[in-house]
């Protein structure tokens, strides 16, 4: 098994967070896995993108360009996830932000309202969790069946408090979809 | 009991492995795409109170690893292409003094400021002696985090043992991407190789002072210590070349590429042999010594090369120097921080087996 994913969005909405944590998990259920960002200079606002892979053997290019799964965050991004998906790869989309229909008929389109349903767990800085979720479920790439043990591994301490709202995003992402 | 394995930045584990390995001295100065080793540098060798100085400049940060050095210390430095352009007269200086240091280039692309994204057109530089005067060192070549933690590691060993510097040469890719890794163990500091020829410290010794210099103004006595090192040189070339082959028994091709190109190579292979096609992979890990042997056995064999990398070509003149014209070398090359895909070897692979 290899899932090649390209996620896309714009800085502050927790794309570079998403593919970390999407590998992390990946390598504490044992797979091979890389990680590729791109992002901006800019704080907020510019472009975030990021390359992940992952993968029961190893893993040759780190770069991701034929995409088996793309995940788009936001409008900007939905043309450049499109164009470069393998056909037919999952082409996930936040359907909350993007109101445009893709134009590929050749691609499993799988729509998820990601900020509206992070906002009713009660913060849609969340929305990358949901999308995750969603991710998991139709790629069966990666389990999640540990998530509360990994998630505590990977934040520090302090931010331990908001694994149950993080639990929660990942847990509608699934359902979602 | 073992390590567990952790997600890191290739510049952090670099920065980490150093650190495991003895690294007492680290001098560097920010640049993109290496800020993550510095920052880590800053952090961690504050903490268990050995050296960290954040020079004025590149120029300066090589001078206090060559003093560092000359003082007993496992030192380093890291920096990224242009700022390891300015840290060449030092390289020359400690190389002219045979003093230890690793050097880390995670190099970008160029000439001049050129760009951040990831480059491999530091290999002249780097393979060649980028300073003046007749000069080699170590260049190790990773393709993964785990092996830029594993080189790292390394390099601090063969750089005591030779009394010659060792550079860890990254590209961008290598430094900002998060893999796994396993961290090698701490080294015990008091089991580290006796330092007889160090300065300082001579008085309580009570030991003859140590001269640690570059010069000699005596054009004879100059020669010799030039033709020693070269001794060593040819020591190391025997003894400690490295490289890693894919499937190259049966090829047609071998492909030859380092680094991040070896990992896009690999792709390429694969979609090559699943495609019928009998393509092999060699992926030197030391640059210099350069797999020069091994590389003429395999053109004696009858095999055609193709050599990949994200410059407009400079390894590729080592394996045609490596080949002696008995065997055709190709080159496919992306620049300007451009990193190529698998597709486009593959083709460039199919064009020259014309299939």
């Known amino acids: 098994m290899t899932e090649k994913t390209f996620i896309a969005g714009f800085g502050g909405q927790g794309v570079i967070s998403l593919g970390q944590l999407w590998v992390y998990l990946g390598m504490k259920e044992g797979l091979q896995v890389t990680f590729f960002p791109f992002y901006g200079a800019e704080k907020r606002g510019g472009v975030a993108r990021a390359s992940v892979i992952v993968s029961t053997d190893e893993i040759a290019s780190p770069l991701v360009t034929t995409p088996d799964s793309a995940v788009v965050m936001n409008m900007d991004s939905l043309p450049i996830c499109e164009d470069i998906v393998k056909s037919g790869g999952y082409l996930l989309v936040n359907s909350s932000l993007v109101k445009v229909e893709p134009k590929r008929t050749d691609l499993k389109v799988i729509k998820v309202p990601c900020n509206e349903l992070a906002e009713k767990i009660g913060d849609v800085k969340i929305a990358n969790m949901v999308m995750m979720g969603a991710l998991a479920k139709v790629t069966g790439a990666i389990k999640m069946d540990k998530l509360e043990p990994v998630l505590k591994s990977f934040f520090p301490e302090s931010k331990h408090r908001f694994i149950p709202s993080n639990l929660a995003a990942v847990k509608a992402g699934m359902d979602a979809v | ?355």
């Open chain 2, 1 to 355: 009991m073992a390590e567990d394995i952790r997600l890191m930045k290739g510049n952090e584990a670099i920065a980490e492995a150093a650190i495991r390995a003895g690294c007492r001295a680290y001098f560097g100065y920010p640049i993109t795409p290496q800020n993550e080793l510095t920052a880590y540098m800053a952090r961690h060798m504050l903490d268990r109170k050995r050296t960290f100085i954040q020079a004025e400049s590149e120029v300066s940060a090589i001078n206090m690893v060559y003093g560092a050095a000359a003082a007993g210390a496992r030192s380093m430095t890291s920096s990224s292409s242009p700022g390891v352009s300015l840290k060449q007269e030092g390289i020359s200086y400690i190389c002219g003094a045979d003093l230890p240091a690793v050097i880390v280039n995670v190099a970008r692309s160029g000439p001049g400021l050129g760009g951040i994204s990831p480059g491999q057109a530091d290999y002249f530089q780097s393979t060649r002696g980028g300073g003046h005067g007749d000069y080699y060192h170590f260049v190790l070549a990773p393709k993964s985090v785990q092996e830029a933690a594993d080189l790292t590691y390394e390099a601090f060993d063969l750089s005591d043992e030779w009394r010659i510097p060792a550079m860890i040469l990254a590209d961008g890719l290598i430094g900002q991407m998060m893999e796994g890794v396993v961290l090698p163990a701490e080294r015990d500091l008091s089991k580290l190789p006796k330092r007889s020829w160090a300065v300082g410290n001579q008085a309580k010794q009570g030991r003859p002072i140590n001269h640690v210099s570059s010069i000699n103004l005596v054009p004879l006595e100059l020669e010799a210590s030039v033709r020693a090192r070269f001794e060593r040189y040819a020591k190391i070339k025997e003894t400690l070349v490295r490289f890693e082959e894919t499937q190259v028994e049966d090829a047609d091709l071998v492909i030859v590429a380092y680094g991040t190109s070896a990992r896009v190579s690999l792709g390429a292979l694969q979609e090559a042999r699943k495609a019928g096609l009998k393509v092999g992979l060699f992926r030197p890990i030391t640059l210099w010594p350069f797999p020069e042997k091994r590389l003429a056995e395999l053109a004696g064999k009858g095999k055609r090369f193709l050599a990949v990398e994200m410059s407009m070509g400079q390894m590729v003149e080592d394996v045609r120097l490596a080949v002696n014209g008995k065997a055709p070398v190709d080159f496919y090359g992306r620049c300007g921080g451009v990193i190529p895909t698998e597709d486009e070897v593959l083709a460039a692979a199919r064009k020259i087996l014309g299939k």
